[in-house]
Structures are given as structure tokens and as C-alpha cells.
């Protein structure tokens, strides 16, 4: 279907194994900082909150990390006030982008990242954002669990779709839905190749060779910034050939 789930697996798979965690890290911070300022510190009650601790908890983030980063964003201790700020954009091939970003320095960050897309062929500064909607977005690998059983278990939890992807299933539900749909699969002991609240595509570019190769860098180059949060993109590339490039690098 998209380029989405082979990129957000790859990317989940080199956030586990190499240096970025500690990037990572700083990123979830931000969030349960900025999601607990905004709605509150109770994780039950606060959907946002709930989701970034639990991205958190994915990744072995120490229970005290988390709990200084919610204890900032309600103020019962110092730290940052980070402000959020949504960019779009063209990237290579006239691909649509989504770059959501938190920052204690907006003019900086926006500086920074119109350079990143100058630097790519890409053109800073679109109207792109209708062509994305707000999903709960899963991936399961294939030989992890079977199309019958994981789509009669996505659905009870409350999923509206479940879409082939070469090797991949991805899973598509309401924001509202994401959290019981992580949940239901984590007590069937499916592993999961990625799982987030994402801005979906409606549709798709294809890209290979030249532009493929300047997409990836891109990508790459944007969710390296200690600033961005969230890329989203509508590429497609085949999956062979995306992780001959990943690979490459």
C-alpha cells in the first residue's frame, strides 16, 4: 500500500539496535512534556500522555525519565517550555510532508529545517495537510501472526482496516481506538513493528532510483533533528529497494 509501514519498520528496527537512541530518548521527553502540559499529568485521563508513556516504556526509558518529563510539563518541576509548530512541505518528487516539531526556539528550528529541505530538492513552505488524516497506525510483520486471526482480533478491539503490504499487515483505527488495538495485540503476544498516532497518507508518490535515494536522505536527515518529533510523507518505494538503500548507508 505504502512505503509508510517498510519505512516507520525500518526505522523502528535502527532506533532499537544503534546510536539514535539517545536522540530518541530526548523526543519522547518532549512529548510527555509537551502532552502533559496541555492535558494534565493523569495518564488515564490524558489520551496523548498515555500514548507517549507507553512509546516511552517501548523502549526501556527509565521510569524515573518519565516521570521528571510529566512532572515538567505540569510544572511541578523546572525545565523548557518547548512550543510545537507544524511544517509543509514538498520533498523530492513532489512528495507531500508533515514535519511536526517541538522547540525552545522556533525561529532556529524553522531556519534549520528549511535548510535540511534546500539541501534535498525538496520546497519548504506547502499546503499539504488535507492530503493526511489523523489514524491509529499499527504494523505487524506478516510472520508474526496470520490474516484471519489478527484481523478478527484487530477488529473486535476496534479497528476500521487492515491493509497488505508485501510483508507487512498495516492496521488502521480512530485515535481514540489506537490505544485499545495496541493493547489487545500486546495480551496476544503479537509483536509489533511500529504503533503510532500518524498523520496517514490518502495517497501515494512512487519513487525510485535518484529520487528514492534523495526521499530516504531526507527522512533521514529530518528525524535526526533533536527538534522534530514527527515526519510524515506520502512516498512509495519498493521495499527491496528501500532497504538496499538503507542498508548502503
Keep these: 500500500m505504502s512505503g509508510h509501514s517498510k519505512w516507520a519498520t525500518i526505522k523502528h528496527k535502527k532506533g532499537a539496535a544503534d546510536a539514535r ?16 502540559r496541555i492535558g494534565g499529568g493523569d495518564v488515564d485521563a490524558n489520551p496523548r500522555l498515555r500514548t507517549a508513556v507507553n512509546a516511552a516504556k517501548a523502549e526501556n526509558m527509565p521510569a524515573d525519565n518519565i516521570k521528571r518529563a510529566m512532572q515538567k510539563g505540569t510544572g511541578e518541576l523546572p525545565g523548557s517550555m518547548y512550543e510545537e509548530a507544524v511544517y509543509e512541505a514538498y520533498g523530492p518528487g513532489g512528495v507531500a510532508m508533515m514535519i511536526e516539531v517541538a522547540t525552545d ?11 535540511i529541505f534546500g539541501k534535498h530538492g525538496g520546497t519548504f513552505g506547502a499546503s499539504v495537510s488535507w492530503m493526511f488524516s489523523k489514524r491509529g497506525y499499527v ?17 473486535e478491539a476496534g479497528a476500521d482496516d487492515m491493509k497488505d503490504d508485501g510483508s507487512s499487515w498495516e492496521i488502521l483505527s480512530s485515535p481514540e481506538s489506537f490505544h485499545n488495538v495496541v493493547e489487545r495485540l500486546k495480551a496476544a503476544q503479537i509483536t509489533l513493528a511500529a504503533a503510532e498516532v500518524s498523520m496517514v497518507p490518502q ?7 535518484k529520487q528514492a535515494e534523495q526521499m530516504l536522505r531526507l527522512m533521514e536527515e529530518l528525524e535526526d533533528h533533536e527538534d522534530v518529533q514527527h515526519v510524515y510523507a506520502n512516498f512509495d518505494i519498493e521495499e527491496a529497494e528501500m532497504h538496499a538503500l538503507t542498508q548502503a548507508k
Excluded: Q
Excluded at 537512541?21 to 502533559?36: C, N, Q, S, W
Excluded at 526556539?105 to 535548510?115: A, P, V
Excluded at 495517497?203 to 532510483?209: D, E
Design 21 to 36: 537512541r539517545g536522540k530518541l530518548f530526548t523526543k519522547l521527553i518532549k512529548e510527555i512534556t509537551v502532552a502533559a
Design 105 to 115: 526556539n522556533k525561529n532556529r528550528t524553522t531556519s534549520e529545517i528549511r535548510h
Design 139 to 155: 504494523v505487524v510483520e506478516k510472520d508474526k501472526a496470520g490474516e484471519d486471526a489478527l484481523l478478527e482480533l484487530v477488529t
Design 203 to 209: 495517497n501515494y508518490v512512487k519513487l525510485t532510483g
